[in-house]
């Protein structure tokens, strides 16, 4: 009899990404669509028909994809967009019923529980405590955990602010100070109570930053100035802080069509790029780490894990 394999499907408010693996946890299958499920949110707090559309027409592919790869235990998540979203349960019956996924909401903590357990893979095995921060399309999460003796979270926060909807909110397709000074000073306010409620200074001698998302991978590629984009070359990779202002200076500078146009950032990714480095760059700065890993590893690594192991 054939072996059915594992899947996990992550569904953002930017991107939906499957992967597949086998029963040992080797991966099959990897894929990204940009759904761009959160566009037009922002001002109803309601997804748009054409999102809508777009994410069914993901789900439709990915059940396809079960199909092929002969998938028998799969483990689907939606994170910030169908939270906050005002017809997101709407959303996740109608891919239930047009696709056979099933879609399970989680909360903030939940996120960040499976993204920190995930990018842990890549941290230094002398790193007693570890910060994690997970830029998405509409919150990133920031997780101080202890690794010794057993991987525990000390403290959790979620900040209501991603790449698609701060973009939207600050119009911030374009660079403009007006927007970047009103995000970076959001964002500051949301790290000051990371720092005051997990007392993460105390720990900063023996503590490495870990950032998932795509945006350290695209920046790091960049700043290594890569021919091409490649995420998996990019991963575990470190940017340095004189690196990182660099290559966020760039973008910065860059009109929509340079962006478009970049190889690491893209048509897609264009209008919320610059949005999604100020809120990177101001988590960053306002830590106060010399240096952070850029980590593809995440939730979905987590997931396939555990489906694995159970």
Known sequence: ????????????????RLMIADNQGKVLYRNSIATKLGEGMYEHMCFTDKAVERGLQAFRKYA???KEYNVGTYRAIATASCRMAKNGAEFVKKVEEQTGIKLNVIDGFTEAELNLKGAILNAPENAEYVVVYDLGGGSTEITLAQRYPELKILYSLSIPWGARNASEAFELSEYNQKGYEK???EIKEYVAKFKQQSDVEKYKSECCLLATSSTPLRLFAMAENWPVYNRYKADGQLLSKDKLNQVVGKVYAMNTQERERSVYIGENRAPIFVAACVIFKTIFDELGFDELTASLKGAQDEIIRELKNA
């Open 1 to 16: 009899m054939q072996q059915k394999n594992l899947a996990a499907i992550d569904l953002g408010t930017n991107s939906c």
């Open 183 to 185: 995000l970076t000073a």
């Open 64 to 66: 396809e994809k079960l």
